[in-house]
């Protein structure tokens, strides 16, 4: 349903430690946030109820009537068109759980939820760095790696809504294992968790004292390597390097597949910076046709922590080639 002009809905993440609700407007006003604990060992129920009683209080609060709808970020393959949650590690329990209509029912609102790297390239292309395009790739380089695709104005997301798992495309046939269980994926080399693993390996050598000290003492993170090769280190900046050419043979295959105006990158990883990037940017002639890298600019998020909840007001607000 498009939105008329003006319009504020209520944006819901549910995709950290914390729920956040706001009040979003049309315009890109967030206001209302809250951002209590999800408390997720509390089990789907009381969670949801959770979120119910968020919605209602800052919808109350903001003055709201029944009419402002509901969009959610949601972690994990859902059911964009049944609001079923299938799976999400990030949540432990929850397992074909009807987030959607639960939240329908507890607000008396029409409820739309998707996945949270779909809605963040729906906050891109609406709110953020993406504004005004309408085809795009955005990629979320975090603890693993999420992303979405808008081609033509509208999210490309599969039968099922689980399409655009950007993180798990192939970059290499004989690769490092991914925690999905696949072989050589995007994540298994950029996510934080993967460049985390091969500092590691790395700290255990000769070539690791750096990487060591940047960790000071505690495990070896993404954090560490990143610190290390900003002050020099080799090992850390060949790690990065590595990763940075794995991301650029990925978004290679994006740019020939998808042909966007912009891709977006946002997540904790992306703040690395040139480290990460500038290897990615060139290795990215390697992989991609002329004529469609020629066209394409690469572009960090503009809107940070918020990317999601922006994503999920964007959901709410419907498609803005149908206003």
Known sequence: ??????????????????IRVAVVSTEGELTYRRGPRTDSKDGHARVIQRMIDLVNDVAAAAGLGPDNPVGVASPGPLDPNTGIVLFTPNLPGWRDVPLGPSLADGTGRRVS???DGNCAALGEMRFGSGKGARNLVYLALGT???GGVISDGRLVDGIRGFGAELGHSVVALDGPRCTCGGIGCLESFVAGWAIGYE???VATTADGEAILAAARG???TAGAVAKAAQ???PAAIAI??????ALGAAIGSFVNIF???VIVIGGGVAAIGELLLGPARQSIPSYSFVANRSCMRIALSSLGDDTALFGAAALALGNPTDM
Not at 4 to 12: P, T
């Open 1 to 18: 349903m498009a939105a008329d002009g003006g319009q504020q809905v209520l944006a819901v993440d549910l995709g950290g430690t914390n």
């Open 218 to 220: 505690g495990p070896v």
């Open 231 to 233: 002050d020099g280190d």
């Open 240 to 245: 990065l390097a590595r990763a940075g050419r």
């Open 144 to 146: 693993g790696v999420g």
């Open 259 to 261: 042909n966007p105006e």
């Open 199 to 201: 500092g590691e390996l």
């Open 113 to 115: 939820v998707a996945n």
